[in-house]
């Protein structure tokens, strides 16, 4: 009788990786242009501004995901001061922000901040007549960092968590701080300019990291990563949070102007990392017909976005317990991007000698690494195809050649093989007319896995040219060959 303890290791070991796969982000991780953000001056007694609101009503529609916007109602203009019996949309903080010489040399609604940046010397404050054409500027433009965020709202304790990342693409010097507003949508009142009950739209509620935002840190490098997060009660408040939206933007203290930023509504989130799924955990070879023949698990990408495949394990580690090859490789290249949808068979076959009943286990992971992370593939043997020297069926043995990597390659590549008896081998390289240029290895070599490595030359040690070239395994029973690819 064997010792479960194999057994027990291999849930451990899966629930081990299974952790490292749940590992999520909510920003994007690759360079992106920076996304414009528009902060508004507007009141319920400014004639003008519900032709201002239309027009960054079209430009959100323009500029899905890429233009946001909060409208800000503050105390120090008569333009805000509320209808009687209307709600009062003023906040103070606002007060500061609309304020000279803050906003240059002068105020007026409507208004508006287009990433805070000086577009006339001295004036931060610009007119609706520009707003496109600023947003425009700001999209095509470059950003050092990438901006994301996942939010929740508990509607029995009414609190609001809101998670905030920020990632650098770019290395920046001198120091940033991050910006996070709660917005309002579908409040009304009356309206001066227009008729009858008006809706109004982005009206700022709070912000969740203070006046002027919440230091990130100083001179970052690229690959730096932030999280923040913010809680908000909403028991005294009591806002709608069906209507409400959040935006976070990060402020460069040098220049004052906005870096990028993200918007999304209550309960949303604004980025889902590619995700790339396993059809199965773990293959479970248990009889010699599966080691041979082989077992397939797929990769697949669930997402909307395309997943970049940066490596995956070709064969067994050396030295291991099982050896296995993935075969055929279905790669040509690293990085492989899988789109949306798209998924990659990955056929693993394990050299063995016999088949008996089920039992226990040995194991052993295959890895793949994407650009989000690192996962895992389980595989799990039969020990008695190990141990047993007699069975309900004996099977031939085979030698096992897997793909090179890398493929293609430039100066070096690595072949590995399985000899499963101590026997003559020849490993040869041909060009794709069949004609032998290099032998890479020629006599009896022991049992097992073997690696070696070809650098690009013949025999006569001169470099050959680039193209496909055919690489042949030679053993008492076999003759297996592939092709490589060299490149210079």
């Known amino acids: 009788m064997k010792p479960v303890a194999s057994i027990f290791f291999a849930i451990v070991l899966m629930a081990a990786f299974s952790l490292n796969m749940f590992s999520q982000h909510y920003v994007p991780m690759e360079p992106l242009n920076k996304n414009v953000i528009y902060e508004e001056f507007t009141g319920v007694k400014c004639v003008n501004c519900p032709s201002g ?39 103070h903080y606002a007060d500061s922000l609309y304020m000279t010489p803050w906003c240059g040399t002068s105020r007026y609604m409507p208004s508006a901040f287009v990433h805070r940046r000086l577009w ?76 009858g009950i008006y809706t109004h739209k982005h009206t700022f509620r709070e912000s969740f990291a203070g006046q002027w935002g919440d230091p ?12 923040r997060q913010f809680t908000f009660d909403n028991t005294t408040t009591n806002y709608n949070m069906e209507n409400c939206e959040l935006m976070a933007f990060v402020i460069d203290n040098t220049s004052e102007e906005v870096v990028s930023g993200i918007g999304c509504m209550v309960g949303d989130t604004t980025f889902i990392t590619p995700d790339v799924s396993l059809s199965v955990d773990t293959l479970y070879f248990t009889t010699a017909v599966q080691c041979l023949d082989g077992l397939t698990a797929i990769i697949k990408n669930n ?37 949306p ?77 399985y000899n499963p008896v101590s026997s003559e081998v020849k490993l040869e390289i041909m060009n794709i007319n069949g004609q032998l240029v290099r032998v890479l290895q020629s006599g009896k070599t022991n049992s097992g896995k073997h690696t070696v490595t070809w650098d690009g030359l013949d025999d006569d040690g001169y470099g050959l040219p680039e193209g496909i070239y055919l690489y042949r395994l030679t053993t008492d029973q076999q003759v297996i060959t592939r092709r490589c690819i060299m490149m210079r």
């Open 341 to 417: 949808g798209d998924s990659v068979n990955l056929t693993i076959h394990v050299a063995l000698p016999v088949d008996n009943p089920l039992i226990g286990f040995y194991l052993d992971s295959l890895y793949f690494i994407s650009n989000v992370d690192t996962r895992y593939l389980m595989i799990a043997v039969d020990q008695d195809l190990y141990t047993s020297v007699t069975g309900t069926g004996q099977t031939a043995i085979k030698a096992m050649l897997s793909n090179n990597y890398p493929n293609p390659f430039r100066t070096h590549t690595t072949f590995e093989y």
């Open 53 to 91: 609101h239309a027009v960054l009503a079209q430009i959100l529609a323009a500029n899905p995901e890429r233009a946001f916007v909060v409208a800000y109602h503050p105390f120090n203009s008569s333009y805000t001061l509320p209808y009687a019996g209307d709600p009062d949309f003023r906040r």
């Open 120 to 195: 006339v010397p001295g004036e931060r404050l610009t007119e609706r007549t520009n707003w496109v054409a600023y947003g425009n500027t700001i999209m095509s433009e470059p950003s050092p960092l990438n901006v994301g965020m996942a939010t929740n709202y508990n509607s029995d304790t009414k609190i609001l968590s809101v998670l905030v990342d920020v990632y650098y693409t770019a290395g920046i010097s001198g120091s940033h701080n991050l910006m996070v507003t709660l917005a309002e949508n579908n409040l009304q009142s009356q309206q001066l300019g227009a008729t």
């Open 303 to 339: 997402t909307s976005i395309p997943l970049v495949l940066n490596d995956v394990q070709p064969a067994s580690a050396v030295p291991s317990q099982i050896n296995w090859v993935v075969d055929p490789w279905p790669f040509t290249t690293f990085p492989q991007t899988l789109n």
């Open 216 to 227: 990130l840190s100083d001179n970052t490098p690229a690959g730096t990563f932030h999280t």
